[in-house]
């Protein structure tokens, strides 16, 4: 007899995807401060086997369950966080790129046609009515703008130019399409629960990662794009800046992933910006900035090891899910 479970929150993708942040981070070292390459592929080996792992598990998980993958995917909360898979999927591709050329164009290849369907399909969703503001969260970002900036980037790491600008400019357009009504979600209806505050770090993301999808497409200079989006990131860092207070006051949870491959991005395009300025001490600049985001996403890392090796890991995974159907009800 086939045993009635929930699905797991797809909320718990943002792993892989906080794993290949931090992975990226320290490959951005390699190239620009020649640290030893070897942590980076680590955590590259790292972020690839729990990208695997994850699917694998949500796959099992789904089987067992009476929910249907559909109704996840049509989720309003969740739905949209499905983009992370081939978002990851893109991401492990340029790199495997860099010593597998064939299977890691496929694999990016691959991955953008699966997230240019998702997005096209995700869009057909919210067009035909089914959402409510209250539902809006920063989630939002995933199926277009994260995924068109980061298929941008993976696109130029593989030399195809022609579909890097085009995912680049889906991404732009979206992400200026979509953060007006995101911002007045926010500010205008109930605050989002606790345990999906940490996604409002997903804000500062698109800035920095076009940043360094257009330092990928054009080289790494300083020229009007690259300010502009400098300017940005900097406005979006300074918001994360004023809601730190209110990060502090939150219980930790798996939720807590949110802020991982924002601030990891947001570190790259640092790091990238450093090297470019070219001042005395930039270096020790850089490498300060590589230090505080492995410290960040390892102590995330350690704690979730702790909640998934307990007990409490059904109980934050339900706490996920309590808190994307107050987000679809407007609660708080």
Do not use: C
């Not at 869009?123 to 920063?138: A, D, M, Q, T």
């Not at 991404?171 to 953060?179: N, Q, V």
């Not at 009504?181 to 920095?208: N, S």
């Amino acid at each position: 007899m086939t045993t009635t479970v929930q699905r797991i929150p797809l909320n718990t993708l943002a792993v892989a995807f906080g794993l290949a942040g931090l992975a990226n981070a320290w490959s951005a070292a390699v190239r620009l401060l020649g640290v030893p390459a070897i942590v980076a592929e680590a955590f590259w080996l790292i972020a690839a086997i729990a990208w695997v792992w994850l699917i694998v598990a949500h796959l099992v998980r789904g089987l067992r369950s009476a929910d249907s993958l559909a109704a996840q995917l049509r989720h309003p909360a969740q739905g949209p966080i499905a983009a992370l898979v081939p978002v990851v999927g893109m991401l492990l591709g340029a790199h495997l790129h860099s010593f597998a050329p064939v299977p890691g164009t496929v694999l990016v290849v691959v991955s953008i046609a699966v997230a240019a369907l998702f997005a096209g399909w995700v869009l057909g969703f919210w067009v035909g009515g089914h959402l409510k503001p209250e539902s809006i969260h920063p989630g939002y970002l995933l199926p277009t703008v994260a995924a068109g900036l980061v298929a941008a980037a993976a696109a130029a790491a593989v030399d195809l130019p022609a579909l890097a600008m085009g995912a680049f400019a889906v991404g732009i357009f979206f992400w200026l399409a979509i953060f007006p009504l995101l911002l007045a979600r926010l500010a205008f209806l109930p605050a989002l629960p606790d345990p999906l505050m940490p996604t409002l770090a997903i804000l500062v993301a698109p800035p920095a990662v076009a940043g360094s999808a257009w330092f990928a497409m054009m080289g790494q200079r300083d020229d009007a794009v690259s300010r502009s989006l400098l300017a940005l990131t900097v406005v979006m860092l300074l918001l994360q800046l004023a809601l730190v207070p209110r990060y502090l006051r939150l219980k930790f949870s798996l939720g807590f992933w949110s802020f991982t491959f924002p601030f990891a991005a947001t570190a790259v395009y640092g790091i990238e910006w450093l090297s470019v300025a070219g001042f005395a001490g930039w270096q020790p600049a850089a490498v300060l900035v590589l230090v505080v985001i492995t410290v960040l996403i390892g102590g995330i890392g350690v704690r979730s090891l702790v909640v998934v090796l307990s007990e409490r890991r059904r109980v934050q995974e339900a706490e996920l899910l309590v808190a994307d159907d107050a987000v679809e009800d407007g609660r708080p």
